[in-house]
């Protein structure tokens, strides 16, 4: 199995900071990545797939990067709504969840 | 406007198989590369990935729990079902099922979830 592992696990952050999370793969899948947000009683929502491609209606303060084993995702401008917790995923071989990062007002 | 919605018990007893229905609108598991798929979450933990079947009755299966799972769809109903056999309290989590609608295993589109409690 592949297992994806997040870090920092928590991260506390300001309004108007600029947020990157790690996550990495413990072998290479491509670009098979995707990013959601949750927050707390609520479904996930798909953020970006293919690693780097925004989902619509997603705003722009969001992106990611990377391929491989190493993948960012980076919240340019922390705005109130993005406190939540964020999960990676890897599509490459069945499916797996990383450990989820959450994001906490400073 | 996509929407999907778990059903089924939100209390089962230990051994018990759990049997829950995710009714979904909006699209068809009839259309090339649609699939619909299970997660689950225990309280405060992470996401994690039960199986997903596809438009063409393609199954996938987590391989740590594939013996205990069971994923069917009802094209006609616009349902899809998961069974999962011998309940275990650490089975206890919120179940959601969502859309896989690229054909290649992230969701775009999620239910609202169900807790399952698993307890004697």
């Known amino acids: 199995d592949i297992q994806l592992t997040q870090s920092p696990s928590f991260l506390s952050a300001s309004v108007g900071d600029r947020v990157t999370i790690t996550c990495r793969a413990s072998q290479g899948i491509s670009s098979y990545l995707a990013w959601y947000q949750q927050k707390p009683g609520k479904a996930p929502k798909l953020l970006i797939y293919?690693?780097?491609t925004l989902q619509s209606g997603v705003p722009s303060r969001f992106s990611g990067s990377g391929s491989g084993t190493e993948f960012t995702l980076t919240i340019s401008s922390l705005q109130p709504e993005d406190f939540a917790t964020y999960y990676c995923q890897q599509l490459n071989s069945y499916l797996t969840f990383g450990g989820g990062t959450k994001v906490e007002i400073k | 406007q996509i929407t999907l919605k778990e059903s089924g018990p939100t209390l089962v007893k230990p051994t018990q198989t759990l049997t829950l229905t995710c009714t979904f609108s909006g699209f068809s598991l009839s259309t090339s590369g649609v699939g619909v798929g299970w997660i689950r979450q225990p309280p405060g933990k992470a996401l994690e990935w039960l199986a997903l079947i596809y438009w063409d009755d393609d199954k996938r299966y987590s391989p740590s729990l594939k013996s205990r799972l069971t994923i069917t769809k009802d094209t006609s109903k616009n349902q899809v079902v998961l069974t999962m056999t011998n309940m275990d309290p650490v089975d206890t989590a919120t179940y959601y099922c969502?859309?896989?609608?690229?054909?290649?295993?992230?969701?775009?589109?999620w239910g609202q979830g169900t807790l399952v409690t698993v307890s004697s």
């Open positions: 293919a690693a780097s």
């Open positions: 969502a859309r896989d609608g690229y054909d290649v295993g992230f969701f775009d589109y």
